[in-house]
């Protein structure tokens, strides 16, 4: 884990193909990216606290996997039930 700005940036950015690539229902997919925002907006801020941004990031991204592996990602289907694509 680092608390620099540069790598913070690319973890952002993983986090975010991460939550694009699954299949959420409407309701998970809103909740996941509302607190991603929420940590983009916080690094942004004058005086960010690098450290604590990165720690929300690893619980967002610990949160996305639990999502996945819980079954609430719909396996690759659309919210119609057919395949994603």
């Given amino acids: 884990m680092t608390g620099e700005p540069e790598g913070l940036a690319g973890r952002l950015a993983a986090a975010q193909r991460m939550l694009?690539?699954?299949s959420f229902d409407d309701q998970t997919r809103a909740r996941l990216?509302?607190?991603l925002t929420a940590i983009c907006d916080?690094?942004?801020?004058?005086g960010a606290?690098?450290?604590?941004c990165a720690r929300r990031l690893?619980?967002?991204?610990?949160?996305l996997r639990d999502c996945v592996q819980s079954g609430q990602d719909q396996?690759?289907?659309?919210?119609?039930?057919?395949?994603?694509?």
């Fill in 20 to 22: 694009a690539a699954a």
């Fill in 33 to 35: 990216q509302r607190r």
């Fill in 42 to 46: 916080a690094v942004k801020l004058p």
């Fill in 49 to 52: 606290d690098t450290g604590r």
């Fill in 58 to 63: 690893d619980l967002l991204v610990a949160d």
């Fill in 75 to 85: 396996g690759g289907q659309d919210q119609a039930g057919g395949a994603g694509g």
